[in-house]
């Protein structure tokens, strides 16, 4: 029998203000709204952080550290080796963070009938229908009844395994997502229709050589 982990109970929620980076106000929102009508328990919630800003306070800290080392007396330096710390440090749950969240965070439940409960509740049919008419540019949420955290709009899915997060791409907004879409169906496409014309101008090439009298190449 396989034991339940964490993870089992978690979900993966997004659109949230990318200045929501308290997690017990997410915890709290959760805790009222999983589900209708009941609380549940949530056993913690993590929000996920800018990944590009994480990545460049660490390179700036590494920066201003290797700089002072050189000029150890310099107060600029030591003030931005600081600055660097006090920023990676106000990821942690009890400081205000100065790193902006990427809108995403995962919710863990304490029980496994909340989190189906939650899954139910925030993809219905109702709920699925508006997600589809918006994905094609018809604003309808008018029509969306679920609760909103500070006024913003959420989704809300099964979280995956920690191991397959990929959280570079949580910075990614969606006019970046399409745009890579759209680019790469454009690249395919042409090779495609590259390939197809290829395969016309050798089929025509063999017509001609076999109406000649010449062996086919194909």
């Known amino acids: 029998m396989g034991s339940d982990h964490p993870n089992d109970y978690a979900v993966f929620v997004s659109g949230l203000p ?4 308290d997690e017990a106000e997410i915890s709290d929102f959760f805790h009222r709204n999983a589900v209708r009508d009941r609380g549940v328990e949530v056993v913690k919630a993590l929000v996920c952080f800018e990944i590009t800003q994480l ?3 660490v390179k700036q800290k590494k920066r201003a550290e290797m700089n002072l080392s050189q000029d150890p007396g310099n107060p600029h330096l030591q003030a931005e080796v600081v600055a660097a710390k006090e920023a990676l440090a106000s990821v942690a749950p009890d400081r205000a963070a100065k790193i902006q969240s990427s809108g995403h965070a995962v919710v ?3 029980y496994q009938k909340d989190h189906r409960a939650c899954l139910r509740y925030w993809n219905g049919i109702s709920r699925r229908l508006v997600n589809m008419l918006m994905s094609i540019g018809l604003d309808c ?3 969306d009844s679920a609760p909103r955290f500070r006024g913003c709009r959420l989704k809300v899915k099964r979280a995956p395994n920690p191991t397959d997060f990929q959280w570079e ?3 990614v907004t969606s006019q970046e997502r399409r745009t ?3 680019t790469t169906l454009a690249f395919i496409s042409v090779m495609i229709a590259a390939c197809g014309l290829a395969c016309f101008g050798l089929q025509k090439l063999q017509e001609g050589i076999a109406e000649d009298g010449g062996s086919a190449i194909l």
């Open 180 to 182: 890579a879409q759209f």
């Open 169 to 171: 791409n949580l910075g």
């Open 108 to 110: 863990i439940f304490r």
């Open 141 to 143: 949420t008018c029509l």
């Open 55 to 57: 990545f460049a306070a």
């Open 18 to 21: 990318h200045n929501a980076t």
